[in-house]
């Protein structure tokens, strides 16, 4: 019966969609964090009787045919790079980015990757660092004797040294921008790459162009609504009920079919 076989692909994808909300969920305090969505597709079909063949010497032609779909299959599972609320922490290195853009992260590869997470230190040469200890691009030092870091809406590093009155620009923020962010490969610890769907990146200052602008002593939170997963989470579990149950049901038929006499 086609109905097991159906049935099962329909339970193996609605257990992938439970692994991705269950993984939204876990994140849902994570910084800078974007939430995932599962996409299905249909299986392909048996053309029993194919629409539009004909059906008679006459020419006539059949108007709908026959087919039988053979289930569901996981299809795609995307990211939703929306903003995520801020969340002010004080912090003079903690910096969220409001609007478009990824600050640019030096890997010890040497390839560059990117990130929304604006939790930045300073290591043991006074560089902008994430904290995995990766280097800012482009690389930005703060002075051992500085007093007062500040970073504007537009990126610019001012520092206050002693014996200056006005502060000293250390460094410029930069932020790369995608046009398809969906296509960025997420590596873990906060960190995508650049991907052949993602495109190239473009570079500019915040609070230019596309790109949005920087907001210090503040971090952007994940953009995960525990409600919208938890309703998620139940229309999943009872999908996969539903497909348990089609199994149940065709094991029954079958029984009552091999018990004919």
């Given at each position: 019966?086609?109905?097991?076989?159906?049935?099962?692909?329909?339970m193996l994808a609605q257990q992938m969609n439970?692994?991705?909300?269950?993984?939204?969920?876990?994140?849902?305090?994570?910084?800078?964090?974007?939430?995932?969505?599962?996409?299905?597709?249909?299986?392909?079909?048996?053309?029993?009787?194919?629409?539009?063949?004909?059906?008679?010497?006459?020419?006539?032609?059949?108007?709908?045919?026959?087919?039988?779909?053979?289930?569901?299959?996981?299809?795609?599972?995307?990211?939703?790079?929306?903003?995520?609320?801020?969340?002010?922490?004080?912090?003079?290195?903690?910096?969220?980015?409001?609007?478009?853009?990824?600050?640019?992260?030096?890997?010890?590869?040497?390839?560059?990757?990117?990130?929304?997470?604006?939790?930045?230190?300073?290591?043991?040469?006074?560089?902008?660092?994430?904290?995995?200890?990766?280097?800012?691009?482009?690389?930005?030092?703060?002075?051992?004797?500085?007093?007062?870091?500040?970073?504007?809406?537009?990126?610019?590093?001012?520092?206050?040294?002693?014996?200056?009155?006005?502060?000293?620009?250390?460094?410029?923020?930069?932020?790369?921008?995608?046009?398809?962010?969906?296509?960025?490969?997420?590596?873990?610890?906060?960190?995508?790459?650049?991907?052949?769907?993602?495109?190239?990146?473009?570079?500019?200052?915040?609070?230019?162009?596309?790109?949005?602008?920087?907001?210090?002593?503040?971090?952007?939170?994940?953009?995960?609504?525990?409600?919208?997963?938890?309703?998620?989470?139940?229309?999943?579990?009872?999908?996969?009920?539903?497909?348990?149950?089609?199994?149940?049901?065709?094991?029954?038929?079958?029984?009552?079919?091999?018990?004919?006499?």
């Amino acid at each position: 019966m086609r109905s097991l076989d159906i049935g099962a692909t329909g339970m193996l994808a609605q257990q992938m969609n439970v692994d991705v909300i269950s993984n939204n969920i876990a994140n849902m305090t994570t910084t800078g964090f974007k939430k995932q969505r599962a996409a299905f597709q249909d299986l392909i079909y048996q053309n029993i009787d194919r629409p539009g063949s004909t059906s008679s010497d006459a020419g006539t032609t059949v108007p709908s045919g026959l087919q039988l779909g053979l289930g569901v299959r996981s299809g795609a599972v995307y990211r939703m790079h929306g903003q995520g609320a801020i969340r002010l922490t004080e912090n003079p290195l903690d910096v969220a980015i409001t609007g478009e853009g990824f600050l640019q992260v030096d890997l010890p590869s040497g390839q560059t990757a990117y990130t929304r997470d604006g939790t930045l230190q300073v290591n043991e040469n006074g560089e902008l660092v994430t904290t995995q200890g990766y280097t800012i691009n482009p690389g930005i030092t703060v002075p051992a004797n500085a007093t007062d870091i500040d970073i504007n809406e537009s990126g610019e590093v001012l520092v206050s040294v002693p014996g200056q009155t006005a502060p000293t620009n250390v460094g410029q923020l930069q932020l790369a921008n995608f046009i398809n962010p969906v296509g960025l490969e997420a590596m873990g610890d906060n960190l995508y790459l650049e991907t052949d769907a993602s495109g190239a990146p473009t570079t500019g200052n915040p609070n230019e162009d596309e790109f949005g602008g920087i907001r210090q002593g503040a971090l952007e939170q994940s953009n995960v609504n525990v409600v919208e997963e938890i309703t998620e989470l139940i229309t999943a579990q009872r999908a996969y009920e539903m497909n348990s149950r089609v199994i149940s049901t065709s094991d029954e038929m079958m029984q009552t079919t091999s018990q004919l006499r």
